[in-house]
């Protein structure tokens, strides 16, 4: 049974850094696209961060474009979320989605949570 699972997340000022990683099992992830979602409270989950499964592509929302990188380490079966400049409007549930390339199942954590404040 595959899985993935997110952590890193914590309580962090305006301004400041977090590396959120997705750590997979019982899948390879150089099979997998991998996505990161976020749910703040109240609100929907959207899609912020995306990589392709061998990396050649990389989508970002807008509202995180220039201030989060993702990344991924097919060796390591992991991907990763490196998040600078945080703000206030940042803070949420950040979830992990693997998502296959050719066929198989999509995975999600149970989500790592983020708290940005002064």
């Known amino acids: 049974q595959g899985r993935v699972v997110e952590s890193g997340g914590g309580t962090v000022q305006p301004g400041g850094s977090l590396k959120l990683s997705c750590t997979a099992s019982g899948f390879l992830t150089r099979g997998y696209h991998m996505s990161w979602y976020r749910q703040p409270e109240g609100k929907q989950r959207e899609m912020i961060a995306s990589?392709?499964?061998?990396?050649?592509?990389?989508f970002y929302a807008d509202s995180v474009k220039g201030r989060f990188t993702i990344e991924r380490d097919n060796d390591k079966n992991a991907a990763y979320l490196q998040m600078d400049g945080l703000r206030l409007e940042d803070s949420a549930v950040y979830y992990c989605?693997?998502?296959?390339?050719?066929?198989?199942?999509?995975?999600w954590g149970k989500g790592t949570l983020v708290t940005v404040s002064p």
């Open positions: 989605h693997a998502s296959p390339a050719y066929q198989g199942l999509d995975y």
């Open positions: 990589i392709t499964h061998l990396g050649g592509n990389i």
